[in-house]
Every structure is written in structure tokens, then in C-alpha cells.
């Protein structure tokens, strides 16, 4: 089979999770992130062109429109089998001062080569972070390992949107001990420039100077080209595709943050922008385009971040997400220790349970805590995946060793408390 | 309900897996480990009779003869509903010497009070531990953290005979990086004492100097009680009880590591002695003994110990124990990392999945790695628990950030491999 692959950027297959340790300095080439060079790609037989940007998808011809960029001439490439990789964009609000220099997304490669340039050879004083998300919060960290002061501005009422308020407020405390300052419940306005570069960040009701502003507002899927193409686009806003990652259309394929997601719990199609979801994916659509079979099995929300020692995760479903979707749950929060109570140097781990009411099903977890808390998500992962209940989790069989955790792990022992309550 | 419990002994409800900490300091106080004193037993109403010896439970009268150890009287107590706790007794192997001071085994509180006593007023200078299981290897780092030499005699050719070889040979490495003289393929023959006091422990090829010998080499459920009662003993030498722990006597209940359990993976009865389990079954028992109804699910195997920063962990089936069964098996061993490849301070993690050769169910897995790769045996559990396939997991949704894992979970990782080969 011959395999053709065009990206308008100069990059193919990097690590984009890592960009944030990239700008933070722990990771110090970029190099480090790529994965497969264009070279790599090729010599492996898939014929790379970097630098050509694919306008148009041409289904009743079969053939895609190319721009090469460097050469600036269109091309025409035939094709048999399509699959349709063009991700998601960062979020950019339409404000004053957008384009402002010194102000930042964190999405590709290229740009985290830039901006790191910009933190060493001049580094700023003081950044705002526009969105206390996953990538907000991984910049921050890497911001202020470089010694800049921080603010982080978020609309909602805590950071991280995607736990529940309790877990949102003990990131709250996290940021804030590091010195990071979080201002809540406030939309941006603007961005105040100095001589073209940004000077500070607006707020309705304040202004918070900067010398350098991170938009940190997520992502959209870039789904232009499949929607002139007319492939059906999903209700979520993505690429519509099924579980072998085939779209609406024979033979045209789709896979990563421009497509729409299965979400095993809610039973609801969704978007998820994660390297976890676009890797099975890519590997299910390069395997049924080649004439295999490979299916995709469907998401349940697991996330996983940390900010210095603090680390943060969850899986399933929130309260918040429980409620929009018409569950009827019960939840509990349970402060766990992370070794036997008798060890020293005890640390806390915090879990927040979400269950269904009824059948008692286990529909979401979420744990923050010191170092190691984060990996208990990944057994509640197993657990919501398998549809397990409270007492099906109160049973299972988990090891144990006093240094590495109490006899009873602190979900079970929440599950314990929630299903005898 | 009137609740009496006898307990020949003087404490009550201890943490008898933190005696490892206790004997190398990092628990600095005994009372530390117990959970629940007499006395506090007694507030919440048990009649707890310490120094209390149950010599014959008579199952006809509904009765059990107890000798008050202190006042050397016989008493007869009437029972409804009897719980039969009886724990299990360290094997201590019939050989020339056995009885020598010096000789311990690390079973009850008060003789690891003791044996601290001796480390501390006159500490010794070289150690022999018999047994290389998980009670051995943590007294060894215990003792190493006081600074005694230590020797570990095994008979089996490697260290953790319930870890396959190679996963054995890891922890053998670790043994050894930390200073131990690790002893394989041996059977010790005899302890030679100077003066009553243990000088070298003996195997028939050689003497191994010591002024401590430390016997590790597992327990033996106590059933002489119940089987003096008429109970019914099983196969693997426990109790034998249903889910509800019952025994096969109307009203009698037994749990801990006197009885068996039933092994979810294997279908087999059998005897694990871990807190984990007895915890469970104590509780099931004494909702049914009350007249509720709790069920004890079965175990699969689940274990974990650390050596210093070396986590070691396993769950369900081993090689050689899917062999032992005739069950026809496939697996893979996998060394992954435990970030993502291009942070700092790279540590491996090692794996071994072992898989149904016809329904590709995950049998088992083994972990042994650097801080944190442990962790990875609860959603490993909890995929055995279910049921998981290969496939399965590799479909599994479980949440990546560079710094605390690779994008592939390394038995992910490791099933997609087995799954494709």
C-alpha cells in the first residue's frame, strides 16, 4: 500500500503532552518530543511532505488538493483509502490585543520552540495564564520553575473544570501555595498592549499586568476540510465516526481530537482532545484503511495531571456531569492516607466517589494528593470501565504493604463508607 | 448480642504487617501498631479476655473450654454463634538448634518487641534470614537499615517463589545491590549455638556465621482447635468455609488465615495469610455471626512488598502457577519506563502479563521496578478481577501525563505486544 502524509508544519509524530516540561526546562531538547521525524516516516515507506497544507477534500473525484507551501504551487493527489488527522486549534478569544506580542498558545512544537526562545532570551517578569486547565496549570508549573510570577485567570468558580468543587479547591490550595495567583469567576476582556507587545491582561474588573499572557482555553477540532467535504460532523462538534474510526463516507477514515468520541459511561458521543484516545485511534484507522480490523473501544473521561508534588485525576463521571446527564448518583469524599496510619511522614490522598444511586455502580472517581495519589485512578479506571459496583469494589482484592498505602486503599475504604451510609 | 473474644495473648487488633517497620525503627513505638486495645474493644462492648487460651471447643454443648492463663483456671463458656479466629503459626522448621537465643520468627507483637529489644541492647553484627519470601525480605531491609550484615538462605533458586523466575532474578538483584549474601538452592540443616546462643546457622554444604537467625519461612493455618471440634478441614489444611464464612458447622464461622480461601483465578481453594483478606472475612463473619448477611468474594492473589526503593508486586496466576493448574498459557515480559521517554531521571518498570493461550484472559501480571511501578498491580487486580482479555486492555482508558508515566501504561504496552505476537 502506498502511504501518503501531508502537514503543513514542519513536524510529524511529537510528543504534545510534553511541551509544557519543554518550556519548563526539564526537558531540554525539542528534539527529545519528536517521536518519527519526516525521515523516520520515510524510511519506514511513508511518503512525508511536510509543508504542504491539504485545502480541499474531494470525495466524488477521490483526490485531495495540496498547497505545497515552500513552493507555493497547488497539487492534486489521488487516493483509494483517506484518513483525516487535522486535530483541534486552541481556543483563541476574539479580544482586543489578541495578536499582541508576548501573548501565547501552547499547542504546537513550533510555537513551544518559540516561546521557550522568548523565556531565555528575555524572560519575563510576570505571565498571565488565561484558563486554569490541564495545560494552564502544566505551564504554570513550568513558569514558575523558571522563577516567573504567575496569575491564572479562569471564569469559572475553581480551577480545573472537570473535577468537582471539592477537588477544584484543593487544586486552588495547590496553585496558590506555590504562589500562583488565581483569579476566579472572571472572563477576560482584553489584552493591554505596550508598543505592540502585552502589558497587562483585562478583566471586566481588573487589570493584571504581564509581560508575557498564555491562553490556555482548550481546544476546538479543526474539522474545516471534512466539513466542506461534507462528511457528517456530530452534534459534539466533531468528525462523526464509528468504532472502526470510519466516517460517513466509504473508504475515509478519522482519527484523534477531530473526531468524536464514544463515552462509555454517559452512553453520549463527546470530544476528548488526549494523546491516549488519538494514538488507539490513529493505530484502529491505519489498520482498517490498510484492509484490517481494529475498533475503538470508547472513552470514560480518565485524565491524569500534576502541578509540582500535588497530582490530580479523574475518571468517568463528575457530580457535574452526572447531574447534566439526569443521574441520579450519591457521592462521597473520603481523606485517605498514603501509607499505614503508623508510618511516617504521612501523607494525604483525597477521593471523591460518584456512584450511581440505583444500581450502585461505580460511574466516576477523582483523587488528588501528594506523590503517587494520582496512579489509584488508574484501578478506578479498570472499575468504571467494568461497570463495577461499590460492594464489586469493596471486594476486590488489592495488595498491600504498610510503606505504600493503608490496609484498606482509600477508595475502597470510601466505597465502604458510601455503600454502608 | 453479648460478644466475648478470647485472646491468649496480650494485645488485640495489631498491625502485624508494620512489624517489619517496627523492628528497623521507622514505626519508633510498639503501641503505634495496635488498631484497637482491649480496653478500647471494651468501650465498644466486647468483653475482650486477654491471656485467655481457648483449649476445646465443644460444637455438642454449644460450649468452649478457655484456660485463664493468668489465674491457671479453667472456665466453660456458652455459645449462639462462635468465630473462630485462630490465625496461623509460623513454620519453624525441626532442626538441631532451633530453640538457641537468637532465633526469631517476626509473627506476633510481642516477639517483635522482644527481638527489638535485642536489636537495640545488644545488637548484632551479622543476620541470617531463612526464607527469601515477603516476611524475609522486609526484615532484611530492616536490619540492613540498622546496619547488621545480613544472609538469606532460600531453597528455591531464586528469591519471592511466588514471582516467575524472571522477576525473582530482579528482586535477587536488588537483594544484592543493597549488600545481602543471597543463599539459593540451600535447606538449612541446623543452627549451631555457642553457649545457647545461636553462632551460624548450618545447610549441608556449608555454615553461615551469625549471632541472629531469623526464621521466614511462611505460616501454617492453626486448625487444630477446629479440627478437634469436627469442623471440616479442607484440602489446602485451613478451615473450610463458604462465601459467608461459615464452616460446616450451623453457627460457626471462621476467617483469617485459618481458613481457605477461594481463588477466583485458579477455581481452587487454597491458603493466603494477608491482612487484606483476613480484614474482609473478619467482617463478613461477624455480620453473618449477628444474624446479617456479607459475603466474602474470594481472593486472586494480590501481593506486594517493597526493598528499599524496589516496588515488587503481583497478582492472579504465575507461570508456574498456570503450569501447576495444566492451564495453557502465553505471556510476556516487558521492561517500559516509567515516564514518558524523554523526561529526566528515567527508571524502568518490568512486567510480565500472563494470558489465557485460547481466551487471551489476563491470568496474572508481576511488577517489580523503582518508586511508584507497584502501583500498577491494583488496576492489574482489578483487570484480572474482571476478566479483562489482552484486547481488552489495550483498550482500557487510563490516563497518561509525561512526568508520571509513558503515553502506552507499560503493561499496556506489554499486552498489545502479546496480543499482536
Redesign the interface.
Known sequence: MEVIAFERGTHTSY?A??LP?FLGG??SDAD??VVRSPDEHRRRGIDVRIHHEVELIDLEQRVVRVRDLDGNQTLREPFDQLVIATGAEPVRPKIPGIDATGVHVVKTLAGAIGLRRALETDPPRRAVIVGAGYIGI?VAEALLRRGIDVTMIDRAEQPMITLDAPSGALVADALRSRGVELVLNAEISGIIERSGAVSAVATAHSEYPADLAIIGLGVRPEVGLARAAGLRIGDAGAISVDDHMATSEEGVYAAGDCVEVFH?VSRRYTTIA????A??QGQVAGVNAAGGSGR???????????FFET?I???GLSRREAEALGVEYTSIRHVGSMS?????NQQTTTVELVADANSQRLLGAQVVGGS?A??????L???V??E?TLP?I???????????GP???PAQDAARRLNWS
Do not use: Q
Open positions: 510528543a503532552c510534553g516540561y526539564e526537558v527529545a518530543l502544566e462509555r488526549l494523546g491516549t484516545h494514538n488507539k475503538f473501544a470508547g472513552v470514560i473521561g480518565s485524565a491524569i495531571t500534576k497530582e485525576a479523574r475518571t499505614a496510619g503508623y508510618m511516617p503517587g494520582g496512579s489509584a485512578i488508574k484501578w479506571a479498570a472499575a470501565w467494568n463495577m464489586d469493596v471486594d476486590l482484592d488489592l495488595p498491600y504493604v504498610p510503606p505504600l490496609l484498606w486503599e
